[in-house]
């Protein structure tokens, strides 16, 4: 625990805290340029919740796509939504601030993702760029 205290207390993490909240905000604000809508209408944090439906999927099929694509998410179920039908994503920035990702043109990418949810030449394009996209892995 005095480990963790230590580094929490040090100047890089405080950095690091600061690009995190940095480049979900610009990756929310990305999605909603592109009119994906997010519950919050956009972020404060280190992630968003992003529904599905306002590009066409539910989470189920969002999932799918984005796996094809190297990118993994976690469904969330939105108010009044059961478990079995699920229209909520929930996206953090913390792995990718880790990975030291652009988050710039990560941003782009994802998007266009989700918007042209049936482009498999965009997914693996994705898949094959997302390590490209990180200039360290730690």
Request: glycine letters at 8%; charged letters at 25%; aromatic letters at 8%.
């Amino acid at each position: 625990k005095a480990g963790a205290f230590e580094e929490i207390l040090s100047d890089s993490f405080k950095e690091y805290s600061k690009k995190v909240v940095s480049n979900a905000q610009h990756l929310a604000s990305v999605l909603m340029k592109k009119g994906i809508k997010l519950v919050s209408g956009g972020t404060d944090n280190h992630l968003m919740i992003v529904e599905c439906k306002s590009f066409g999927l539910n989470s189920h099929e969002t999932e799918l796509l984005l796996q094809t694509a190297g990118i993994y998410i976690s469904k969330s179920a939105l108010v009044g939504e059961n478990w079995k039908n699920t229209t909520g994503m929930r996206i953090g920035t913390p792995y990718l601030t880790t990975l030291g990702v652009d988050i710039e043109e990560f941003s782009e990418i994802f998007a266009d993702c989700l918007i042209s949810k049936n482009n498999i030449e965009l997914t693996k394009y994705i898949k094959n760029n997302i390590p490209k996209l990180a200039k360290e892995f730690i």
